[in-house]
């Protein structure tokens, strides 16, 4: 009798975790689907009630909730919700023994999801342009030395995104704050692979801070056109194509141990050409920076691989020793059941944050002072054009920034 109730809690045990493997919160996926289906208020309402939320899955609440509403332009909104996940991220660094002990016998997907140093690190990257679009400058500057220091922390994985690095420089100069935006910047343009892409800046700003040899050097770099003072900007802040999802991959060793792990599944990159243009006469970008998040997600999941494979292995490990322990004291159809249930609910933990762009890039264009009518036109790199935005009018005085931010799904 007791092996029944013994087969009868497999059976229920595996019904749980296979549940639990596939189910991600259901608002998510509803809001998911209709964030990209162009359907913004159907996807916010979808994300509307907290309680319907499982503790594994609040992050992936946060950061869809604010991107969403960054999209929408609901940016004090968006504010509250990437707060909300940078608290939840720092709470999260306690680590919970009781989940992963239990996670070692049954599945990551019972943990809370803690995202990946990547995604960690756009957090604060939202938080700075909705900070920056509502002209709150000091504070977009405490998000750009809490993104530093994360880039600092993690620099392998961190290093490409030169989108998020450029965003830093930028908080430091609007304040004024002339050496850190230069040291930014130049970490920047040593990472990037286009000399002249922060050449004008790094220029600009040696000269004001008197570093005359620097300024010589990286003059050189910037054409005639782009040494023109820009008396009013706008910055744009354009998020392009959909990011990669995450998939299971697997090693099976015969008979019965499945090791498990998540991987980026590939997509093809995401390159697109962003024009702006003022009655009909295309503007000339005197910055224009790129950050695949494609890459910068696959480093990120990359650099704590061994980490990943060290649990899988212990994982491996517990579950056969459990096994060989169910074989020994009861029937071989029971430990047959077993093995079974341990290799069917041995899945990897594959949530991500899927609102996220396949680029980000961040383009700066010099305008007279005054009022602007403009137009974006995004080109495919075969000239095929997949969107064209009419920005609402604006009018900058001098020395004025004005910013922008705009948002082109697949």
Same mark, same amino acid.
């Given at each position: 009798?007791?092996? /029944?109730?013994?087969?009868?809690?497999?059976? &229920?045990?595996?019904?749980? *975790? =296979?549940?639990?493997?596939?189910?991600? %919160? +259901?608002?998510?996926?509803?809001?998911?689907?209709?964030?990209?289906?162009?359907?913004?208020?159907?996807a916010?309402?979808?994300?509307?009630?907290?309680?319907?939320?499982?503790?594994?899955?609040?992050?992936?609440?946060?950061?869809?909730?604010?991107?969403?509403?960054?999209?929408?332009?609901? /940016?004090?909104?968006?504010?509250?919700?990437? &707060?909300?996940?940078?608290? *939840? =991220?720092?709470?999260?660094?306690?680590? %919970? +023994?009781?989940?992963?002990?239990a996670?070692?016998?049954?599945t990551?997907?019972?943990?809370?999801?803690?995202?990946?140093?990547?995604?960690?690190?756009?957090?604060?990257?939202?938080l700075?342009?909705?900070?920056?679009?509502l002209?709150?400058?000091?504070?977009?500057?405490?998000?750009?030395k809490?993104?530093?220091?994360?880039?600092?922390?993690?620099?392998?994985?961190?290093?490409d995104d030169?989108?998020?690095?450029?965003?830093?420089?930028?908080?430091?100069?609007?304040?004024?704050?002339?050496?850190?935006?230069?040291?930014?910047?130049?970490?920047?343009?040593?990472?990037?692979?286009?000399?002249?892409?922060?050449?004008e800046?790094?220029?600009?700003?040696?000269?004001?801070?008197?570093?005359?040899?620097?300024?010589?050097?990286?003059?050189?770099?910037?054409?005639?056109?782009?040494?023109?003072?820009a008396a009013?900007?706008?910055?744009?802040?354009?998020?392009?194509?959909?990011?990669?999802?995450?998939?299971?991959?697997?090693?099976?060793?015969?008979?019965?141990?499945?090791i498990?792990?998540?991987?980026?599944?590939?997509?093809?990159?995401?390159?697109?050409?962003?024009?702006?243009?003022?009655?009909?006469?295309n503007?000339?970008?005197?910055?224009?920076?790129?950050?695949?998040?494609?890459n910068?997600?696959?480093?990120?999941?990359?650099?704590?691989?061994?980490?990943?494979?060290?649990?899988?292995?212990?994982?491996?490990?517990?579950?056969?020793?459990?096994?060989?322990?169910?074989?020994?004291?009861?029937?071989?159809?029971?430990?047959?059941?077993?093995?079974?249930?341990?290799?069917?609910?041995?899945?990897?933990?594959?949530?991500?944050?899927?609102?996220?762009?396949?680029?980000?890039?961040?383009?700066?264009?010099?305008?007279v002072?005054?009022?602007?009518?403009?137009?974006?036109?995004?080109?495919?790199?075969?000239?095929?054009?997949?969107?064209?935005?009419?920005l609402?009018?604006?009018?900058?005085?001098?020395?004025?920034?004005?910013?922008?931010?705009?948002?082109?799904?697949?």
């Amino acid at each position: 009798m007791s092996e /029944y109730r013994f087969t009868y809690r497999l059976v &229920l045990l595996s019904g749980l *975790l =296979i549940w639990i493997a596939g189910c991600t %919160s +259901v608002p998510l996926r509803e809001a998911r689907t209709a964030f990209y289906s162009h359907q913004f208020q159907k996807a916010e309402v979808s994300l509307s009630k907290p309680e319907e939320f499982s503790n594994r899955d609040k992050l992936l609440l946060f950061m869809e909730k604010g991107l969403i509403l960054h999209h929408v332009g609901k /940016y004090e909104d968006s504010v509250k919700e990437f &707060l909300n996940a940078s608290y *939840l =991220i720092k709470k999260q660094d306690v680590i %919970s +023994v009781s989940q992963q002990a239990a996670s070692l016998v049954t599945t990551e997907w019972i943990t809370e999801y803690k995202g990946e140093y990547s995604e960690r690190l756009w957090v604060h990257s939202y938080l700075m342009m909705n900070y920056l679009l509502l002209n709150k400058y000091e504070d977009a500057l405490v998000e750009a030395k809490q993104a530093l220091r994360l880039m600092e922390q993690y620099p392998i994985a961190l290093s490409d995104d030169y989108f998020t690095r450029a965003l830093i420089a930028l908080c430091y100069e609007i304040l004024g704050e002339n050496n850190d935006a230069y040291i930014e910047y130049k970490k920047l343009n040593e990472a990037i692979p286009d000399d002249t892409a922060i050449a004008e800046k790094l220029y600009r700003l040696a000269v004001k801070l008197g570093f005359h040899d620097d300024a010589k050097r990286y003059k050189g770099f910037v054409s005639k056109e782009k040494l023109q003072d820009a008396a009013a900007e706008l910055i744009l802040f354009a998020g392009i194509g959909n990011a990669p999802k995450k998939i299971a991959g697997n090693i099976i060793i015969p008979p019965t141990i499945r090791i498990s792990f998540p991987q980026y599944q590939y997509q093809e990159p995401d390159m697109a050409e962003i024009t702006v243009s003022e009655s009909s006469q295309n503007l000339l970008p005197m910055m224009v920076v790129r950050t695949s998040v494609d890459n910068v997600c696959r480093a990120s999941l990359s650099h704590r691989a061994s980490k990943i494979m060290i649990k899988e292995a212990a994982r491996a490990a517990v579950k056969e020793t459990l096994a060989r322990a169910v074989e020994s004291r009861n029937h071989e159809l029971v430990g047959a059941l077993f093995r079974a249930v341990l290799f069917i609910t041995e899945e990897p933990d594959t949530r991500s944050w899927e609102t996220l762009p396949a680029s980000l890039y961040l383009l700066r264009f010099p305008l007279v002072p005054g009022t602007h009518s403009l137009n974006i036109t995004i080109s495919r790199q075969d000239g095929r054009q997949i969107e064209n935005i009419a920005l609402p009018v604006i009018t900058l005085s001098p020395g004025q920034k004005g910013f922008h931010s705009i948002r082109v799904t697949d």
